[in-house]
């Protein structure tokens, strides 16, 4: 069946430090990848998105995704994280390019100080 | 720029009423989205529409729901009865497609359901 899996359903990380969250999928062909993150009480933004070429993909607010295909993973990652990103983070695809996005179960980040 | 526009932002009701919640998509966006989020079963796509015609229900629970775009630029979905089980938050989200893709899903700051 085609899914995306996110296996951590929450990171506690300390300001400062390296934050990487894991998203797998499984689909007959590499859809379209997607991160996103919610803040409490608000909506979805999207961070970034890998639809081809470079495997490595800059986002906003300083994050990046990497895209395995052998792996069948999109990780997305941040240097050195600030209060600011404690949020709910999604990884999405959207198999045949358009249409139904899926999303992952989310990953929860908590931020201390 | 206003973005999605998503009214009531909270709604608790009574098991049996009918619920109508409302979007305004960005304008010049084509396609139009209902999202439902909930713990147990994270985002799940209930209806997506483009150019205003639904293109896909399927994620839609039951016929208790019923969603409609009757403009570019407002959409409808509706519980009726509602029951506890409804519960939830229910983003509304928009993007512009093109022949074989779309653009960046832009959401709204969704609408808290409440089913007593």
């Known amino acids: 069946a085609q899914s995306v899996t996110q296996p951590d359903i929450h990171i506690t990380v300390s300001e400062g430090a390296s934050l990487e969250l894991r998203c797998n999928y499984s689909?007959?062909?590499?859809?379209?990848l997607f991160w996103y993150v919610q803040s409490p009480g608000q909506g979805l933004q999207l961070l970034l998105k890998?639809?081809?070429?470079?495997?490595l993909v800059q986002g906003i607010k300083g994050f990046e995704a990497e895209f395995k295909r052998s792996q069948s993973s999109f990780n997305l990652r941040k240097p050195s994280v600030h209060w600011s990103d404690a949020a709910e983070y999604f990884c999405?695809?959207?198999?045949?390019?358009?249409?139904?996005?899926?999303f992952g179960a989310g990953t929860q980040v908590v931020v201390t100080p | 720029d206003a973005g999605v526009i998503q009214s009531p932002r909270h709604e608790v009701t009574e098991m049996g009423q009918e619920v109508t919640l409302r979007c305004k998509p960005i304008?010049?966006?084509?396609?139009l989205f209902w999202y439902r989020q909930t713990m147990m079963r994270g985002l799940e796509l209930l209806i997506y529409?483009?150019?205003?015609?639904?293109?896909?229900d399927s994620g839609m629970p039951e016929d208790r729901f019923s969603a409609k775009m009757p403009n570019a630029s407002f959409s409808t979905l509706k519980i009726q009865p509602s029951e506890p089980r409804d519960s939830a938050v229910y983003f509304c989200?928009?993007?512009?497609?093109?022949?074989?893709?779309?653009?960046?899903?832009?959401f709204g700051e969704g609408s808290r359901l409440t089913v007593l």
């Open positions: 989200a928009s993007t512009y497609s093109y022949g074989t893709g779309h653009g960046e899903l832009f």
């Open positions: 689909y007959g062909a590499t859809p379209y």
């Open positions: 890998y639809f081809s070429g470079d495997t």
């Open positions: 999405a695809v959207a198999p045949g390019g358009w249409g139904k996005l899926q």
């Open positions: 304008s010049g966006h084509n396609s």
């Open positions: 529409f483009n150019n205003n015609v639904p293109i896909d």
